[in-house]
């Protein structure tokens, strides 16, 4: 046997290894929802997200320029494809679990655990849709420490309800969930105004 068919061989072994622990892992880290919250709590949550106020038709279709696919692919889609581009987009359930209670660690509400967020995130798209979170995440995104809710932003920014707002305004809202500001939308001269 020549020794590039020995690498090829080993590299072979060692990839089959990696895939075979990384899928356990995974399935594994599926698994360990319970241990941070309970069917009732995980129930009552589902519910919340099910029965979320739902946003204007525009802004999902703004929001899904801003973030292609988002809201039709699942965080696992949206963790390959952030593997082969350098910006990876929290699905809509990643940003529901991150914001929940239930994602903290040892219950201190300022640190977030990932594993949890990811866990509780995996588990809420059994039973939900992305369009779904992303009407709680917007319910209960905290803008700034005043002002939380896409409902007080619209107020704040914009002295007009969510369903009132044009394009522009909506297109704010959502560079405001990437950097929010309490002194002023961020600035968006550069971009194409359509």
Known sequence: ??????????TFFIVAVGLIFSLGYYYYLRSTWN???TEKELTEFVTKV???KELPERFYELYEQEHP???TSSLNQQIGSGLFSKDFIKS?????AMISEYSRQDKDSTRLSNK???????????????KECLNWVLENYKFD??????????NFYFKKAIFDLSDRELQDIIALMQKPSIVNVPDR??????
């Open 92 to 96: 809509p359930s990643l940003l529901a």
């Open 35 to 37: 241990s941070f919250v």
């Open 69 to 71: 696919n988002i809201l």
């Open 1 to 10: 046997m020549t020794i590039k068919k020995k690498i090829l061989k080993f």
């Open 189 to 194: 001269s550069n971009e194409d105004l359509h």
């Open 116 to 130: 949890k967020a990811y866990v509780l995130a995996w588990k809420l798209e059994e039973e939900t849709t992305q």
């Open 50 to 52: 099910k029965f979320a």
């Open 145 to 154: 420490l005043y002002i939380h809710g896409i409902n007080e932003v619209s």
